[in-house]
C-alpha cells in the first residue's frame, strides 16, 4: 500500500465521519473513452459504500500496465487491487502467495452458482482456492463497420470476412482505408487469432493455441490465414495510428471501412453517440463463424499487511460481482456480465448477438487462457514484426510462428 493511500486511510477512519471507510488503490488500463466511462461506474458504486476509489489508471493499454503493476507488487508497493485478463496472467504472483485468498468471499457470495460460464471461476481458481473476482466477458471475436463509409463507396455493408475482401477495391477508390489497424503489437497478434477461427477453423486453432501442436501451423489451412494476414496488411495501409481506440474512431469518422477489435470497441461507439445497426455493424466471428471467446477483465487483490485494508478488499471484491455493479460496468463497458442471472438495461443489436451466441453456448476459451505470457509475447512481437516489414511474407511468419508453438509444447 502507497504511504499516501494509508495515510488517507487512517484519516478516514480516525475522522470516524464514516466508521471504518477506507482508500484503495484500484489499477488498470482502461483508459479510451469508453473503457473510462465504464471504471467510473465502478468507482461511483465504491464511493457509495462510504469507502473511497483511488483510480490507478495507467494509459498504453495492458502489455505497458501489467509490468508496471507487477513491479509495483515485487517492490513491496502493492495497489489494492488490479485488473488482469481472465486466464494465466497471475499465476506466478499466486504461486508465491502474493495474492489474497478470496475464497471467503466467493463462498459467501455465491460464486460458483452465479458466475457464468463457470470457466470463468475456474480461471479465478488455483489448487481449489480462488484468487480473482471477474468482472466481464470480454470477446476478441469481432469485426466493426462503418455503414456511412460503405455507403460512400456504394457498396452493401459486408456480412462476412469474404465479402469485405471483396470490397476492397471499391472502398480505396473510394478514399477510405479498408482495414483499421493501430500500431501495437497485442492488436495484429489478436487480429490474426481471430482471423484464424474465422477462416480456418475453431478445431485448428485448438490444436494449435491449447494442443501446442505446430504441423497444424505449418499445414494448409493456416497457411491460408497467413496469406490472408498479408492481405489484410495491404488492407491498413494508409492510416497511421497507435492505440486501439485510434483505430476505432477512424471507424467511427468513416476513414476507415472496418476493425477487427474485441467488443470493448463498443464502449467507444457509445461514446461517440453512434447506433449498433444505423450508423455502425458487427459481425461475430467475421460472419464467418459465429463464436465468441470468453476473455475479460477480473481483478486481484495483493496480500497486505493491514487488517482494515483486507476487509475492504473484500468488500471490494464482492462489490464488483453484486447484479447492479454488474448491469452499471457492463452496459457502458460493451461487455457482457458474468453472472447469467442479471439482465443488462438496454441491449443494441451488437450485444444481443453477443448475448445470444452465449445463451447458445458457441463459446471457445481465450487465448489468455492457454498461452502463457511469455509464448504470448512472443507470438505478439513475431506478428508485429511480420505487419511492419513488408519484405517479410505469409511463408516466413508461417514458420516462425510454427518454431514458437514447438517451443512452448
Ligand atoms: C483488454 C481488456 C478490455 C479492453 C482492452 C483494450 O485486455 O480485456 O477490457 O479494455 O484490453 O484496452
Redesign the pocket.
Known amino acids: 500500500m502507497k504511504l499516501t493511500t494509508k495515510l488517507l486511510a487512517a484519516t478516514a477512519i480516525v475522522s470516524a465521519t464514516s466508521a471504518g471507510a477506507v482508500d484503495l488503490e484500484v489499477m488498470h ?2 483508459t ?1 473513452g469508453g ?1 473510462a466511462a465504464a471504471v467510473a461506474e465502478f468507482a461511483k458504486a465504491w464511493d457509495a459504500t462510504g469507502n473511497t476509489w483511488v483510480d490507478g489508471a495507467i494509459a498504453g ?2 502489455d505497458v500496465a501489467r509490468p508496471v503493476m507487477v513491479s509495483r507488487i515485487l517492490g513491496g508497493d502493492p495497489p489494492a487491487a488490479f485488473q488482469f ?1 481472465h486466464g494465466l496472467q497471475a499465476q506466478e504472483l499466486i504461486e508465491a502467495g502474493l495474492m489474497l485468498d478470496l475464497t471467503d468471499v466467493a463462498e459467501a457470495e455465491g460464486w460458483e452458482d452465479i458466475v457464468n460460464p463457470p470457466s470463468l471461476l475456474d480461471a479465478c481458481t488455483y489448487e481449489g482456492r480462488v484468487y480473482c473476482a471477474p468482472v ?1 466477458i ?1 470477446s476478441w471475436q469481432w469485426m466493426w463497420l462503418s455503414n456511412a463509409a460503405f455507403e460512400k463507396a456504394g457498396l452493401e455493408v459486408p456480412e462476412s470476412w469474404t465479402e469485405f475482401v471483396a470490397d476492397t477495391e471499391a472502398l480505396r477508390e473510394a478514399g477510405v482505408v479498408p482495414l483499421a489497424m493501430g500500431g501495437q503489437s497485442w492488436q495484429q497478434s489478436g487480429s490474426f487469432g481471430v482471423m484464424v477461427v474465422a477462416l480456418a477453423g475453431l478445431d485448428n486453432w485448438l490444436a494449435v493455441n491449447r494442443d501446442k501442436d505446430a504441423s497444424v501451423v505449418r499445414g494448409e489451412a493456416y497457411g491460408e490465414v497467413f496469406q490472408a494476414f498479408a492481405d489484410a496488411r495491404d488492407m491498413a495501409e494508409g492510416l497511421d495510428v497507435q492505440d ?1 481506440n485510434q483505430a476505432t474512431n477512424a471507424v467511427i469518422t468513416g476513414d476507415a471501412a472496418a476493425q477487427i477489435m ?1 467488443d ?1 470497441a463498443q464502449g467507444e461507439f457509445a461514446v461517440a453517440g453512434m447506433t449498433a445497426g444505423e450508423d455502425y455493424s458487427c459481425l461475430p466471428g467475421l460472419g464467418e463463424v459465429a463464436i465468441l471467446d470468453t ?3 477480473a481483478f486481484y487483490f495483493p496480500v497486505v499487511d493491514d487488517p482494515e485494508i483486507t476487509a475492504a478488499q473484500k468488500e471490494l471484491a464482492a462489490l464488483l460481482l453484486s447484479p447492479e455493479v454488474q448491469v452499471a460496468f457492463n452496459s457502458v ?1 460493451g ?1 457482457l456480465p458474468i453472472r447469467g442471472d442479471v439482465d443488462l438495461t438496454t441491449v443494441n443489436e451488437c450485444t444481443q448477438k453477443g448475448l445470444d451466441l452465449l445463451a447458445a453456448g458457441n463459446t471457445m476459451p481465450s487465448g489468455n487462457q492457454l498461452i502463457s505470457p511469455d509464448v504470448n509475447t512472443q507470438l505478439n512481437d513475431l506478428m508485429t514484426e511480420f505487419w511492419n516489414t513488408p519484405s517479410m511474407t505469409a511463408e516466413d511468419v508461417q514458420e516462425r510462428y510454427a518454431q514458437i508453438i514447438e517451443s512452448a509444447s
Open positions: 488500463w482502461w479510451s473503457e493499454g495492458g485478463n466481464n470480454h486501439w474485441g470493448w476473455g475479460g477483465d463497458k461487455s
